[in-house]
């Protein structure tokens, strides 16, 4: 039977969306994102946390609009003004190296993420709708997720190359140039039409839904912690793994070349732990395994100066602690009633995220007295969380 017309129109939407995740995941600067911000913006690493945390709490602050504009207007409208957000805060960041400037383009940046953050989903959600082939939303999703993370591991070797042979402000530069590219795949995005929608919740509805949840969950509490406590710090890797390469003196060029090499191994991971999962009878002790390997690793890491073995230690964390949350997604799914999912979810990903607000600059300081004693610190807060979990086999 042939599609009809209108069933063709929003079938390009898919195939669309893969085109702008894929521009959406390019990400030049990341590979060497703290040399651009010291070396040419000419900032502190404690300035640097300093605005990552402004980044989180205007992407917390700008959810309302956000959603309003999603909800109201269009989602096509939402992620439109995304791109176009994004790009003028590339734009913005490479104007001149100025700390205000720069508090400009993370706002930019914050309004796009909060833009983003749900619209997305929403989006090809409703497009489907329209075609009646909602069952296929994991598969799309889990399709647009692999081409992002390609497009991601692809751009940041690319990165490092752009900022030895032409210029660190290039690689922001160029950026904001490809999330235009982003804005005019947007442009052809075409509105599905739900009637009687419901409309999404926004994070004073999902904080107070997802925090009476939680109270009244003692079990829901304890995993929520563990995975978000260990969770956050492991992710600490993210920002300090620069700082370290600089350290033990590996040339920038080769930073985008190893964050490529991180990505590939959580993506390969992200596979395994549930394949571990498999094997391990009692899920406790997997879960205490991997906390005593990234521990460790951590500690370690902070005692090495040996290139090599420095970035062997860092690819062991990103391959346990990265994808550590996948031994909670059980667990917690039993203990949430399924018309909360979502909004509990919410929750916790919001309270990690303050968590992250909150300590950036602790983090900043302690790796501006001394770049290596921020692993030990991390590595011993594992341990010792570890050795007084409350989490139970049966929890898992």
Not at 184 to 193: A, D, M, V, Y
Not at 214 to 225: E, H, M, Q, W, Y
Not at 259 to 274: C, E
Not at 298 to 309: E, K, R
Request: glycine letters at 6%.
């Amino acid at each position: 039977m042939e599609p009809t017309p209108l069933v063709k129109k929003y079938k390009s939407n898919i195939n669309k969306l893969y085109i702008f995740y894929f521009i959406m995941g390019i990400h030049t600067v990341r590979g060497v994102y703290i040399p651009f911000m010291m070396d040419w913006g000419g900032l502190t690493f404690f300035q640097i946390m300093i605005l990552q945390s402004y980044f989180m709490l205007m992407i917390f602050l700008l959810e309302i609009p956000s959603g309003a504009i999603a909800d109201h207007i269009g989602r096509n409208i939402a992620l439109m003004l995304s791109a176009l957000s994004v790009a003028i805060a590339a734009f913005t960041y490479s104007i001149a190296p100025n700390l205000l400037l720069f508090f400009l383009a993370e706002t930019f940046w914050a309004f796009s993420s909060a833009l983003f953050s749900g619209t997305q989903e929403a989006f090809t959600f409703n497009t489907l709708k329209t075609m009646n082939e909602e069952k296929r939303l994991p598969s799309i999703l889990g399709r647009i997720q692999t081409i992002n993370l390609i497009a991601l591991t692809i751009s940041a070797p690319l990165g490092g190359i752009i900022a030895e042979y032409i210029s660190l402000k290039f690689t922001m530069t160029c950026l904001s140039f490809i999330y235009i590219g982003g804005f005019l795949t947007s442009l052809t995005f075409k509105e599905p039409k739900i009637e009687h929608e419901k409309k999404s919740q926004r994070y004073l509805t999902i904080l107070k839904d997802g925090f009476h949840e939680l109270r009244k969950n003692k079990i829901l509490r304890i995993l929520c912690f563990d995975r978000v406590f260990i969770g956050v710090l492991t992710f600490f890797l993210f920002w300090t793994y620069q700082i370290y390469l600089e350290e033990v003196n590996i040339h920038r060029l080769w930073f985008g070349f190893i964050l490529a090499l991180m990505n590939v191994i959580n993506m390969v991971f992200t596979l395994l732990i549930p394949w571990f999962l498999k094997l391990f009878k009692k899920k406790l002790l997997f879960l205490i395994t991997v906390n005593l390997i990234i521990g460790t690793a951590f500690i370690l890491l902070g005692f090495t100066v040996n290139p090599i073995l420095g970035i062997l230690f860092l690819l062991v964390i990103v391959a346990f602690g990265y994808p550590r949350y996948l031994i909670y997604i059980n667990g917690i799914n039993k203990q949430i009633e399924s018309e909360n999912r979502a909004t509990v979810l919410s929750t916790i990903n919001m309270f990690g995220s303050f968590l992250m607000a909150i300590a950036y600059p602790f983090i900043g300081l302690i790796v501006e007295w001394n770049p290596f004693v921020v692993f030990i610190i991390i590595g011993i807060m594992i341990l010792i969380f570890t050795l007084f979990t409350r989490v139970k086999n049966e929890y898992l």
